[in-house]
């Protein structure tokens, strides 16, 4: 691959920390999802009920696909995708978690989106 190629091609990458306050509500719309996939096989669909049940995080994963950001953008092709979603633990007043406005940081107070 030579370098005008290899500028063609850009990796966006995107870090979210959500908060599960209804777990209930978060594993019931999965469920829901996994019932109305229609091309999902039987065993898997067992298996998939089951990691929802126990993982707030495998719920998250059946019902958030990253690819949705990029799909209707115009000019680009999606080629590559990955994700994963896992439980972290969140302290809000550590420097890990400090996004400042050049790197994107999201306020509460005033992005309203």
Same mark, same amino acid.
């Given at each position: 691959?030579?370098? &005008?190629?290899?500028?063609? +091609?850009?990796?966006l990458?995107? *870090?979210? /920390?959500?908060? @599960? %306050?209804?777990? =209930?509500a978060?594993?019931?719309?999965?469920?829901?999802?996994i019932?109305a996939?229609?091309?999902?096989?039987?065993d898997?669909r067992?298996?998939a009920?089951?990691?929802?049940r126990?993982?707030? &995080?495998?719920?998250?994963? +059946?019902?958030?696909?990253?690819? *949705?950001l /990029?799909?209707? @953008? %115009?000019?680009? =092709?999606l080629v590559?995708?990955?994700?994963?979603?896992e439980?972290v633990?969140?302290?809000?007043?550590?420097?890990?978690?400090?996004?400042?406005?050049e790197?994107?940081?999201f306020?509460?107070?005033?992005?309203?989106?």
């Amino acid at each position: 691959m030579n370098p &005008s190629d290899t500028s063609r +091609y850009v990796r966006l990458r995107v *870090d979210l /920390v959500l908060e @599960v %306050p209804d777990a =209930e509500a978060l594993t019931g719309a999965a469920l829901d999802h996994i019932s109305a996939d229609e091309s999902m096989p039987d065993d898997e669909r067992g298996h998939a009920e089951a990691a929802v049940r126990e993982d707030e &995080s495998e719920a998250l994963a +059946y019902l958030v696909d990253p690819t *949705d950001l /990029v799909v209707d @953008v %115009p000019g680009v =092709e999606l080629v590559q995708a990955s994700w994963s979603s896992e439980p972290v633990e969140y302290d809000p007043e550590s420097l890990e978690y400090d996004l400042d406005e050049e790197d994107g940081g999201f306020d509460r107070e005033t992005d309203n989106a």
